[in-house]
């Protein structure tokens, strides 16, 4: 006889499969693992056939870094960027000093202003630097105090404000092409005043007034600012009250150029 295929109906089929999903719910987790892990092994190879064709090439061998090494080493790109950008900004400053400076025995030291007090900056350079008391200080080519006080790696500039700088000035007379010599010291206020000028010298307002050389710490003259205001001695009437505006604003000056001569004479 004939053997008789079985053939079960649809809702045979169905109450089977419930019935089979049913039991494997009511399993434990790790023998449904298993079966799972099973099934990955056994058919791994067909169910990674298409994607298998569409994985990416993997990196030669030296041209992978791992995420962290990538984060250390844009790390420090970041930091030389920045430090380059800084360089090249203190570059620049620099080479504008410098196209002003035609001793080449003259060194300018870049320094910033970190504190500020009653016509005195305080600066992140020191002896450490070759700073010494008593050198130029320079805010954008023009003369704006000297050192007084040096540590290793800060220093105090006396700002010509303060009537405790005084120190030896040139103006300029245009009319007769010439400059008269004299002395500037600081009005404890916004600017300085030049002591006992003659009123024989034809002095007056708007006339520059320079830092003169001086051996040893300034090479060729240096602007100070201009006279703002030039009247007959109110003390002595042989010579001049002369008043000087400095160049410029001592409270935007954030950075400063130290005048420091090389020469070794001067040592």
């Known amino acids: 006889m004939a053997r008789t295929k079985f053939k079960p109906s649809k809702l045979t089929l169905f109450i089977g499969l419930f ?13 449904t693992s298993k079966v799972n892990f099973a099934f990955i092994d056994i058919f791994d190879y067909f169910l990674n056939m298409g994607s298998s064709a569409q994985k ?38 620099l080479s504008k000093i410098r196209l002003t400076e035609p001793d080449p025995s003259t060194g300018l030291i870049i320094a910033k202003v970190v504190n500020r007090k009653e016509h005195q900056f305080i600066i992140n350079r020191g002896s450490a630097d070759g700073l010494q008391t008593g050198q130029y200080v320079l805010g954008d080519n023009a003369v704006i105090g000297l050192i007084e006080q040096v540590s290793d790696d800060i220093s105090s500039v006396r700002l010509i404000s303060s009537s405790a700088c005084k120190l030896p000035i040139k103006i300029s007379s245009p009319e007769i092409n010439s400059y008269f010599n004299g002395t500037i010291q600081g009005d404890d206020k916004s600017g300085a005043r030049i002591l006992n000028i003659p009123q024989k010298y034809k002095i007056k307002a708007g006339n520059n007034v320079y830092a003169a050389e001086k051996a040893g710490l300034l090479s060729s003259m240096r602007i100070i600012g201009r006279i703002s205001k030039c009247t007959p001695g109110a003390k002595s009437a042989v ?8 160049v410029y604003d001592f409270e935007n000056i954030t950075d400063v150029a130290v005048v420091v001569i090389k020469s070794p004479e001067f040592k």
């Open 19 to 31: 019935l089979t999903g049913c039991i494997f719910l009511l399993l434990p987790q790790n023998v």
């Open 239 to 246: 010579v001049w009250d002369i008043e000087v505006k400095p």
């Open 56 to 93: 990416p090439r993997q990196n030669s061998p030296g041209s992978y870094v791992s995420r962290q090494e990538y984060l250390r080493l844009y790390t420090a790109y970041t930091n030389l960027e920045a430090q380059l950008a800084e360089q090249k900004k203190q570059f620049e400053k």
